[in-house]
């Protein structure tokens, strides 16, 4: 059997006769810049999100980036975030001539460390950009109470995270000054080619992100500011008006695949293997990946290979320990629970497609390694 850690193709012949329609639709109005179609996808994706505004942006990066501009961050400015997740999170603090400073993660959820944020404030921090990793929400409540103690800003990553809900019923973006959505192909909410929002609450930053977002430029060939090209691809926002209707059915799809994986891996008893943990009550995890630590996690990924199951490490390096980032002058063990996290974690198929029959063999497989 054959366990792809992902497989779009299904997803895509389910829709296919909508999606062929939509890019059929913006072929024929040969209308490709901001048209309808971005302005129908923000206004929904503000909604689904808790959000008065959305705003289209290229890609999951650039909404990061121009959520940093629009803060007016940039040299001498220091933004908190996690060395546990994707480059383009620390990535971004850094292009726009920030100083990236990390804390470490809470064991449990992946995500970032509170008590950690407040040691790590000086008079130069500026913002804190906390990621929901892997479709749960970071701890909001606490990060915001920090954010007011000592005024600060914060930039919800969320690329991973559409859709996720605290205990309270909030979802992802719509807590902190601005969230940033990716809409890369491997998401929850996957576009065909690069595609991202930011969403906020502001109607200020609101207005100053719609003007970075076309080089600053309101009205045309006028500039107040100097932003860039981040506009989203009328093509893009067609296909995620088409897919965002049926997302909270393929969340929950995961949600029922992760559930699976629980018992079944519980009924199995591996040592030393841990599950992800469960969201808080009444919060909603969304499943974008679901990542056990494993001992041997390297030879167990090879022999799933084997065996035809994909997994996945992420993420194999922590962003400290990245030789761009040697300027930061960190050593390993600086943030330990990153680092265990790096060596100890793998992505396990998740997607919501998947049938029981796959899902079983995916835990049969990982079995048979630890019985051997």
């Known amino acids: 059997m054959k366990v792809p850690l992902l497989d779009l193709k299904p997803q895509y012949?389910?829709?296919?006769?909508?999606?062929?329609?939509?890019?059929?639709?913006?072929?024929?109005?040969?209308?490709?810049?901001?048209?309808?179609?971005?302005?129908?996808?923000?206004?929904?994706?503000?909604?689904?999100?808790?959000?008065?505004?959305?705003?289209?942006?290229?890609s999951g990066t650039d909404a990061l980036l121009v959520a940093l501009?629009?803060?007016?961050?940039?040299?001498?400015?220091?933004?908190?975030?996690?060395?546990?997740?994707?480059?383009?999170?620390?990535?971004?603090?850094?292009?726009?001539?920030?100083?990236?400073?990390?804390?470490?993660?809470?064991?449990?959820?992946?995500?970032?460390?509170?008590?950690?944020?407040?040691?790590?404030?000086?008079?130069?921090?500026?913002?804190?950009?906390?990621?929901?990793l892997?479709?749960?929400m970071a701890d909001m409540d606490r990060i915001m109470a920090i954010a007011r103690r000592h005024k600060l800003r914060v930039i919800e990553d969320a690329a991973q995270a559409i859709g996720s809900e605290d205990a309270k019923g909030r979802r992802a973006c719509s807590i902190g000054d601005i969230g940033c959505l990716s809409f890369f192909p491997t998401k929850n909410l996957?576009?065909?080619?690069?595609?991202?929002?930011?969403?906020?609450?502001?109607?200020?930053?609101?207005?100053?992100?719609?003007k970075l977002r076309v080089h600053g430029m309101e009205p045309k060939y006028y500039h107040e500011l100097i932003g860039g090209n981040f506009r989203l691809d009328e093509i893009q926002a067609?296909?995620?008006?088409?897919?965002?209707?049926?997302?909270?059915?393929?969340?929950?799809?995961?949600?029922r695949n992760a559930a699976f994986y629980d018992a079944a891996f519980a009924k199995v008893g591996i040592k030393?293997?841990?599950?992800?943990?469960?969201?808080?009550?009444?919060?909603?995890?969304?499943?974008?990946?679901?990542?056990?630590?494993?001992?041997?996690?390297?030879?167990?990924r090879a022999h799933l290979a084997k065996a035809g199951v994909g997994a996945e490490i992420y993420y194999p390096l922590p962003l400290h320990m990245q030789q761009c980032f040697a300027y930061l002058d960190h050593k390993p063990d600086d943030f330990p629970e990153s680092l265990r996290a790096s060596g100890e974690s793998l992505a396990l198929p998740i997607y919501p497609e998947l049938e029981q029959g796959q899902l079983q063999y995916v835990v049969d497989s990982v079995a048979q390694f630890f019985s051997g």
């Open 13 to 58: 012949r389910a829709l296919k006769s909508e999606l062929d329609a939509a890019l059929l639709r913006v072929s024929e109005s040969q209308y490709f810049i901001l048209g309808p179609e971005v302005k129908a996808l923000e206004a929904a994706i503000a909604k689904y999100s808790g959000c008065r505004f959305g705003i289209g942006i290229s």
């Open 69 to 132: 501009m629009a803060l007016d961050i940039g040299a001498g400015d220091e933004v908190i975030t996690s060395p546990y997740t994707f480059f383009a999170t620390a990535g971004t603090i850094a292009r726009v001539g920030a100083r990236p400073v990390f804390v470490d993660i809470e064991p449990g959820s992946f995500n970032i460390d509170p008590d950690a944020i407040e040691r790590a404030i000086t008079p130069r921090t500026r913002a804190i950009m906390p990621v929901h």
């Open 134 to 136: 892997y479709g749960q």
């Open 190 to 210: 996957g576009a065909f080619g690069d595609a991202g929002a930011c969403v906020t609450n502001d109607e200020q930053l609101a207005a100053k992100l719609f």
């Open 238 to 255: 067609a296909v995620l008006n088409v897919k965002l209707p049926h997302l909270d059915a393929w969340s929950a799809a995961r949600q």
């Open 272 to 300: 030393g293997l841990v599950t992800p943990p469960p969201a808080s009550v009444g919060a909603r995890h969304i499943y974008n990946q679901y990542c056990i630590r494993a001992p041997r996690r390297d030879e167990l």
